[in-house]
């Protein structure tokens, strides 16, 4: 069985740019999460999909970050425009419909550098 | 607003010896403790969870939760190399999934 994949999984950008992360789940998995580690700090909640709706979406940093998951599969994360302390690995995860945090599964992150 | 504190290290113990990580929260509410592994450059991978009090022992790792102190700790017996890698605690947001992070806790297990 395939495991969460990210993609891309590194990314330079320059202050301004738009960058958009891909997380594919594992097949079947209605939750979706995304985390974020900035340098130097724990790793940080993002947003939590259920299937294609938001279910909790507080710890998005502000409206510069646009997350969406289409038809309840992959999702994208979209950083519009990216400022510095956007920098970090950004994590996706994912879990089945009922067992949430007790088996959350983590890709590979992306590590977005923004300069 | 949630806490999980962890002493980052570097936590050095010689092969065979047992490494000691410990975790503290905040939220006396919380009822479920998670310990990931994560190597240099991969994704954290879950390697323990416990909510009773006590002892919760797979292998040669040991969960340790002490409610009361607000504090949970994971055993690592005879530890080899391949056990050097930064460990998280984590604990769910309330009546919800996501999950609160320490800042981990590096162990450098040395041959």
């Known amino acids: 069985e395939a495991g969460v994949t990210q993609f891309p999984s590194h990314s330079v950008i320059e202050k301004g740019q738009t960058v958009t992360l891909r997380c594919d789940p594992i097949?079947?998995?209605?939750?979706l999460y995304w985390y974020r580690r900035v340098m130097g700090k724990e790793i940080k909640f993002l947003l939590h999909f259920v299937k294609e709706s938001k279910q909790d979406e507080s710890g998005m940093p502000n409206n510069r970050f646009l997350a969406e998951r289409t038809g309840g599969t992959y999702s994208t994360l979209k950083v519009q425009p990216a400022e510095l302390e956007d920098s970090g690995v950004y994590f996706c995860a994912s879990s089945p419909r009922w067992t949430g945090a007790y088996e959350q599964y983590f890709g590979p992150g992306t590590r977005l550098t923004v300069t | 607003q949630k806490e999980v504190e962890q002493n980052s290290g570097p936590l050095s113990v010689p092969e065979g010896a047992i490494a000691s990580l410990n975790c503290t929260y905040s939220?006396?509410?919380?009822?479920?403790f998670f310990w990931y592994r994560q190597y240099s450059g991969k994704s954290p991978e879950l390697i323990m969870f416990i909510y009773s009090n006590g002892d919760k022992e797979d292998g040669r790792f040991t969960a340790q939760l002490n409610k009361a102190s607000q504090y949970v700790s994971l055993l690592i017996r005879d530890s080899q190399p391949s056990d050097s890698a930064t460990y998280l605690c984590?604990?769910?947001?309330?009546?919800?999934?996501?999950?609160?992070f320490g800042k981990g806790t590096r162990l450098s297990v040395i041959a």
């Open positions: 984590a604990v769910p947001l309330p009546g919800n999934t996501p999950l609160v």
């Open positions: 097949s079947g998995h209605d939750n």
């Open positions: 939220d006396r509410g919380s009822q479920s």
